[in-house]
């Protein structure tokens, strides 16, 4: 049951794998040597069902990298501590990027397969918004990624998840809080 649901996520995202190659290539748009590596963003995730399948890939990595993955997750979670303390958002890399590549990169969740490209997504009350490119996108915008299919596909994955675990809180994690909570459900004495 739940496996059917991350399998439908794991077919969604590979559909937006495709549409995103599909515009970026309008813009001849590649991540290489970026000076800016979006994983040092400040992305939060809403869903269950990116939780679960992120988990998939923390189960999956060796030991050694899911205890190092962990550890530098503690360490930029605490850094939120400090972040209120000091009164600033300090940058700070997923714990998940290692010298510039998501060790993760087959269950990376939706904003991490998105982000860069002029997009757009229809509301449910039929409002249109937009959001430009990221610095790497140049000139006049002559493509955009539309949103709206995979928003809606997620919302209905994630609430097919919800009724069937019956989980009924709000979610909005960071990828270092989501590796926090995935690391009391695994086995990790040694960490
Ligand atoms: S999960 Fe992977 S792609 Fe997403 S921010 Fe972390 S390192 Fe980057």
Not at 97 to 117: S, V
Request: with cysteine.
């Amino acid at each position: 049951m739940i496996e059917g649901e991350l399998k439908k996520l794991g077919d969604l995202y590979a559909r937006m794998d495709l549409e995103y190659e599909k515009v970026s290539a309008v813009y001849g748009l590649t991540c290489r040597g970026c000076d800016e590596n979006c994983c040092s963003q400040r992305f939060h995730h809403h869903t269950v069902a990116e939780y679960l399948y992120l988990l998939e890939g923390l189960k999956a990595a060796p030991a050694e990298l899911k205890r190092t993955i962990v550890r530098r997750a503690r360490i930029v979670v605490e850094s939120y501590v400090h972040e209120l303390q000091a009164g600033e958002i300090f940058k700070l890399m997923c714990p998940a990027n290692f010298d510039g590549k998501c060790a993760l990169y087959h269950w990376r969740p939706m904003i991490c397969r998105l982000h860069g490209l002029p997009h757009f997504f229809i509301m449910p009350d039929g409002v249109r918004k937009t959001a430009g490119g990221c610095h790497r996108v140049k000139g006049e915008s002559t493509a955009s990624l539309d949103r709206t299919p995979f928003y809606t596909e997620l919302a209905l994955i994630e609430k097919a998840l919800r009724e069937q675990l019956g989980f009924k809180e709000r979610f909005r994690k960071t990828t270092a809080q989501m590796i926090m909570d995935m690391s009391l459900e695994l086995d990790f004495d040694e960490i």
